[in-house]
């Protein structure tokens, strides 16, 4: 159990190189059956959005959400793991991706500005983090108050998902299904 828990990065904020690698591994197989795009469209990202791809890991969902956004709008792809923005940073300069930016997290913080985003999205990372409420907090920092959080559970029953959620005080969830919640800001 122990193992399993420290492959799935439970509660650990930044997973161990190893297993950042043996996960983009496997995202990369995933994309040859998946288009990740598709998730992405019910999001609703509309052109000229300011988009936040928190948790971007190896970057699976960044050309989807730059072609969304348009040229007039902005992705930023922000994450924990030095890994995830090198592998980003690839995916940017071959697809010449002019809107998207890479922001390394550091201590709970991003280098992103107040009230900046449109759509922020944390996609199967959200049982990785170890403080919520400070998480939380951070994305409520950058998103504009008509702005809108999409989160997955990840690797956590839903009903953590939600209290985590509920009891940061910040966040009302707006939308609930199969694959994700819709939370605007409280």
Known sequence: MKIIKKISGNNMDRMPDLAFRGMSFLFLIWRIFADPSKKLKKFGIKP??????????PGNYIRGASLLAGNKG??????????????????????????????????????????TADVIYALDMFHMVKNPD???????????KDGKLIIEDGHQPREHSKHKILSSGLWKISEENKGWLVCTPA
């Open 48 to 57: 000229g959005d300011s988009v936040i791809d928190y948790g971007c890991g």
């Open 74 to 115: 902005k992705v930023f792809a922000a994450d924990i793991h030095e890994l995830a923005i090198k592998s980003v940073n690839k995916i940017i300069k071959k697809h010449n991706l002019n809107n998207v930016k890479t922001v390394l997290v550091k201590d709970n913080k991003c280098d992103i500005k107040d009230n």
């Open 134 to 144: 400070t998480f939380l907090k951070e994305l409520y920092r950058m998103m504009k």
